[in-house]
């Protein structure tokens, strides 16, 4: 209980920071409509003269869209390798190697609060544009949707997370770390399925995206949400993404413990 208690004082501290650059989540979020807005009129125009495009239709699409916007709310992992990288740069982090935290945790606590202020504000929005939205909403039944897509959400949090802190944690090899993280966003974009639903990718490259991390960020949940994967297929997803969970989780434990070995405790 007192080692739940110092990561839950520490999620608190997170909820009271972000709380007070709400208004920048939400108008971060607000921004996010006119997104959405552009995405209605670029795909309203691909489907001219058609009614499915992969074996989905217009409102199908439209209804992924708007669930990869509240994942990426989320669960996404905004700026969290830049503050990383500044708390190892600046000597912040030497506090943590003479307490018994776990630095691993206390940022991941930091993350949950910050979603859970983030994704709160993304529904507002939403919310107030759900009148014009609800026609086009088409969320398909049964109840293993929710039972196995919160899961496979929980998990893809911590994929998003573990890649942003492995980022991080190169500071201790590298003074500049942004163009490691611009080249991994740039292949997180396409291959996390933002700009486009994966399965519309030629199948070989499809599934060689389907044993990447990247493809259980954003599209692995959300595809379970929006009926674009299968009960078969959900469970054997949810079993690669556990391996990516565990696979990262080990890669930042290696990168954590060499990195204090180069690590000189200068500033804090």
């Keep these: 209980m007192s080692v739940f208690a110092k990561y839950r004082h520490a999620f608190l501290i997170g909820l009271q920071s972000n709380i007070v650059y709400r208004w920048s989540f939400a108008v971060r979020a607000l921004f996010s409509l006119f997104h959405l807005a552009f995405v209605f009129i670029l795909w309203g125009a691909a489907y001219q003269g058609q009614t499915t495009i992969g074996g989905f239709d217009l409102n199908q699409t439209l209804t992924y869209f708007i669930a990869i916007l509240l994942m990426q709310f989320f669960i996404g992992a905004f700026n969290e390798d830049y503050q990383i990288s500044e708390?190892?740069?600046?000597?912040?982090?030497?506090?943590?190697?003479?307490?018994?935290?776990?630095?691993?945790?206390?940022?991941?606590?930091?993350?949950?609060?910050?979603?859970?202020?983030?994704?709160?504000?993304?529904?507002?929005?939403?919310?107030?544009?759900?009148?014009?939205?609800?026609?086009?909403?088409?969320?398909?039944?049964?109840?293993?949707?929710?039972?196995?897509?919160?899961?496979?959400?929980?998990?893809?949090?911590?994929?998003?997370f573990t890649i942003a802190y492995i980022f991080g944690l190169?500071?201790?090899?590298?003074?500049?770390?942004?163009?490691?993280?611009?080249?991994?966003?740039?292949?997180?974009?396409?291959?996390?399925?933002?700009?486009?639903?994966?399965?519309?990718?030629?199948?070989?490259?499809?599934?060689?995206?389907?044993?990447?991390?990247?493809?259980?960020?954003?599209?692995?949940?959300?595809?379970?949400?929006?009926?674009?994967?299968?009960?078969?297929?959900?469970?054997?997803?949810?079993?690669?993404?556990?391996?990516?969970?565990?696979?990262?989780?080990?890669?930042?434990?290696?990168l954590w413990t060499r990195g204090l070995h180069r690590h000189t405790a200068v500033g804090g």
């Design 87 to 160: 708390e190892i740069r600046n000597g912040l982090i030497n506090q943590f190697l003479l307490k018994p935290i776990n630095y691993y945790l206390y940022r991941l606590s930091i993350f949950g609060a910050a979603r859970l202020v983030s994704g709160a504000l993304a529904l507002l929005p939403i919310l107030v544009a759900l009148p014009f939205l609800k026609d086009h909403l088409v969320l398909p039944e049964g109840g293993w949707r929710i039972a196995l897509g919160l899961p496979a959400m929980a998990m893809a949090a911590l994929i998003q």
């Design 170 to 254: 190169l500071t201790f090899w590298f003074l500049e770390i942004q163009s490691f993280i611009i080249l991994s966003l740039a292949v997180e974009t396409i291959l996390g399925g933002q700009m486009f639903p994966l399965d519309l990718l030629p199948a070989w490259i499809f599934r060689i995206s389907q044993w990447l991390p990247y493809y259980y960020q954003m599209y692995f949940p959300t595809a379970i949400f929006t009926g674009r994967l299968d009960y078969a297929q959900a469970l054997s997803g949810l079993a690669i993404q556990a391996f990516w969970v565990v696979a990262l989780l080990g890669l930042a434990q290696l």
